[in-house]
């Protein structure tokens, strides 16, 4: 292998760790985004007039879809130690993990939080 294939698999290679670092550390903070955006979603739900809530988040908040709003207010309900990225939760357990764990019994999800919580994935 020549020398300028040496250096550019170099340079590929540093660039493809830095997108892979960007991932992961996104990948991490997305649950955490979620279940904050929750908690503002369930402020602002309490503040507007029954029945309007819906309209309201279409209105002021259209890029957020009514689906993931609803998780997102459940998240930060249910899961609240997802509120702070220095919860071991935030880093073992995926957002769309964290959503499917949403429906499970009360007893799943007790159980699935300690493993995470004790370091498990």
Same mark, same amino acid.
């Given at each position: 292998?020549?020398?300028? @294939? #040496?250096?550019?698999?170099?340079?590929?290679?540093?660039?493809? =760790?830095?997108?892979?670092?960007? +991932? *992961?550390?996104? !990948?991490?903070? @997305? #649950?955490?985004?979620?279940?904050?955006?929750?908690?503002?979603? =369930?402020?602002?739900?309490?503040? +507007? *007039?029954?029945? !309007?809530?819906? @309209?309201?988040?279409?209105?002021?908040?259209?890029?957020?879809?009514?689906?993931?709003?609803?998780?997102?207010?459940?998240?930060?309900k249910e899961m609240?130690?997802l509120l702070t990225?220095?919860?071991?939760?935030?880093?073992n357990l995926g957002?769309?993990?964290?959503?499917?764990?949403?429906?499970?019994?009360?007893?799943?999800?007790?159980?699935?939080?300690?493993?995470?919580?004790?370091?498990?994935?």
């Amino acid at each position: 292998m020549n020398e300028l @294939a #040496i250096n550019t698999l170099t340079a590929l290679a540093i660039k493809i =760790n830095g997108f892979n670092d960007q +991932v *992961e550390f996104h !990948k991490d903070s @997305a #649950i955490v985004s979620a279940a904050k955006c929750g908690a503002e979603l =369930n402020e602002a739900k309490e503040l +507007v *007039e029954y029945g !309007k809530f819906t @309209a309201w988040i279409s209105k002021n908040c259209p890029s957020v879809k009514q689906a993931n709003a609803n998780n997102y207010m459940k998240l930060a309900k249910e899961m609240p130690m997802l509120l702070t990225s220095k919860s071991q939760t935030s880093g073992n357990l995926g957002l769309s993990q964290a959503i499917a764990l949403l429906s499970a019994t009360e007893e799943v999800k007790t159980d699935v939080i300690e493993k995470i919580e004790s370091g498990e994935k």
